[in-house]
């Protein structure tokens, strides 16, 4: 596939930004609702609309699906609680940046994609700022061995979502947005039953029922920007890049998310950050250039489009041949 144009750079970089800011929103309503509710929750306020007003795309269904479930369900299943059992917010922000190793590894894997030598040395390189910026901050932190548990929380959440990038490719949706708000009717009923199992079914109703108070104000305003700013703004945008691009070359650009979500965290919750800290993200932006702006070694190769005694339901699988533009 060509180079990302410029445009397409730009969208990149607003993505980053909302999905940095993200954060901030997501500890708003952590603050508030019990995590696994909250998760259930922000899906749940979008999906009745979506099925209501929303034509469903034409899409491969089992692609369709795995990227509901990784990006959707076990991603932000994983986040949430690592983030309500210590997980700090810009750590957070950093450390979910697995799903971009995680994704070109799963392109090459499964998508036959071919990276650049520099890719892959820029990939390392921020790998590496990441680790460094972990290890700092695990060394800090007051939770002690019991962080790691956090940590490997977090470094599952994006191992999925790097499952629901190579999905979402995969389904080569006839429009990029409505496959991501579609996306959302899947993760509530797996999220609420965890909720129910985990948190008891009276957790969720308590803080709605308090509503009304500081923290319940905070927590609407946090859920407000995760639905229309971080799912179907961030989301939707980066769905569309990915439908248009390799692997290997939009998924670098998550790794810049952790740089405007460290920041914002030491703006407004005071998590301030330290000299290695500083120190590893300046090596991750340094790594995420080099994997984005690389030239291609080959054109990757889709797997072929499924024949009809392989779908279910034919009338569905009507997407976009490989290389022709979305609608």
């Given at each position: 596939?060509?180079?990302?144009?410029?445009?397409?750079?730009?969208?990149?970089?607003?993505?980053?930004?909302?999905?940095?800011?993200?954060?901030?929103?997501?500890?708003l309503?952590?603050?508030?609702?019990?995590?696994?509710?909250f998760?259930?929750?922000?899906?749940?306020?979008?999906a009745?609309p979506?099925?209501?007003?929303?034509?469903?795309?034409?899409?491969?269904?089992?692609?369709?699906?795995?990227?509901?479930?990784?990006?959707?369900?076990?991603q932000?299943?994983?986040?949430?609680?690592?983030m309500?059992?210590?997980?700090?917010?810009?750590?957070?922000?950093?450390?979910?940046?697995?799903?971009?190793?995680?994704?070109?590894?799963?392109?090459?894997?499964?998508?036959?994609?071919?990276?650049?030598?520099?890719?892959?040395?820029?990939?390392?390189?921020?790998?590496?700022?990441?680790?460094?910026?972990?290890?700092?901050?695990?060394?800090?932190?007051?939770?002690?061995?019991?962080?790691?548990?956090?940590?490997?929380?977090t470094?599952?959440?994006?191992?999925?979502?790097a499952?629901?990038?190579?999905?979402?490719?995969?389904a080569?949706?006839?429009?990029?947005?409505?496959?991501?708000?579609?996306?959302?009717?899947?993760?509530?009923?797996?999220?609420?039953?965890?909720?129910?199992?985990?948190?008891?079914?009276?957790?969720?109703?308590?803080?709605?029922?308090?509503?009304?108070?500081?923290?319940?104000?905070?927590?609407?305003?946090?859920?407000?920007?995760?639905?229309?700013?971080?799912?179907?703004?961030?989301?939707?945008?980066?769905?569309?890049?990915?439908?248009?691009?390799?692997?290997?070359?939009?998924?670098?650009?998550?790794?810049?998310?952790?740089?405007?979500?460290?920041?914002?965290?030491?703006?407004?919750?005071?998590?301030?950050?330290?000299?290695?800290?500083?120190?590893?993200?300046?090596?991750v932006?340094?790594?995420?250039?080099?994997?984005?702006?690389?030239?291609?070694?080959?054109?990757?190769?889709?797997?072929?489009?499924?024949?009809?005694?392989?779908?279910?339901?034919?009338?569905?699988?009507?997407?976009?041949?490989?290389?022709?533009?979305?609608?």
């Open positions: 596939m060509a180079i990302m144009s410029p445009r397409d750079r730009a969208l990149g970089l607003a993505v980053v930004l909302l999905w940095g800011f993200n954060f901030i929103a997501i500890r309503g952590l603050d508030h609702f019990p995590p696994f509710f998760a259930a929750l922000r899906f749940a306020v979008m009745i979506v099925m209501l007003f929303v034509r469903f795309p034409k899409v491969q269904l089992r692609w369709f699906f795995l990227y509901a479930v990784g990006f959707g369900t076990l932000f299943a994983c986040l949430f609680l690592a309500e059992l210590g997980m700090p917010t810009g750590l957070a922000s950093l450390v979910l940046q697995t799903s971009a190793p995680f994704t070109v590894i799963l392109g090459v894997v499964f998508l036959r994609e071919r990276m650049a030598p520099l890719q892959v040395i820029g990939i390392v390189a921020a790998v590496g700022g990441m680790a460094l910026i972990a290890v700092d901050r695990t060394a800090h932190s007051s939770l002690g061995v019991g962080a790691l548990l956090p940590i490997a929380l470094v599952l959440g994006g191992l999925s979502w499952f629901g990038n190579i999905g979402g490719r995969l080569q949706p006839d429009d990029a947005l409505r496959m991501t708000l579609w996306m959302s009717v899947i993760p509530p009923i797996p999220l609420y039953a965890l909720s129910l199992a985990v948190e008891g079914p009276s957790a969720g109703f308590d803080a709605v029922a308090t509503l009304g108070t500081h923290t319940g104000i905070l927590a609407l305003c946090g859920l407000a920007y995760v639905v229309l700013l971080g799912t179907i703004a961030g989301s939707g945008i980066w769905t569309s890049l990915m439908s248009r691009h390799a692997a290997s070359r939009v998924a670098p650009l998550s790794l810049l998310v952790p740089i405007v979500g460290i920041s914002a965290s030491w703006a407004f919750l005071g998590e301030t950050p330290t000299i290695v800290e500083l120190a590893g993200a300046a090596v932006i340094v790594g995420c250039a080099a994997g984005v702006l690389a030239a291609p070694v080959s054109r990757p190769h889709l797997p072929e489009t499924p024949s009809a005694d392989d779908s279910a339901e034919p009338q569905l699988v009507g997407a976009a041949a490989p290389g022709r533009r979305l609608r």
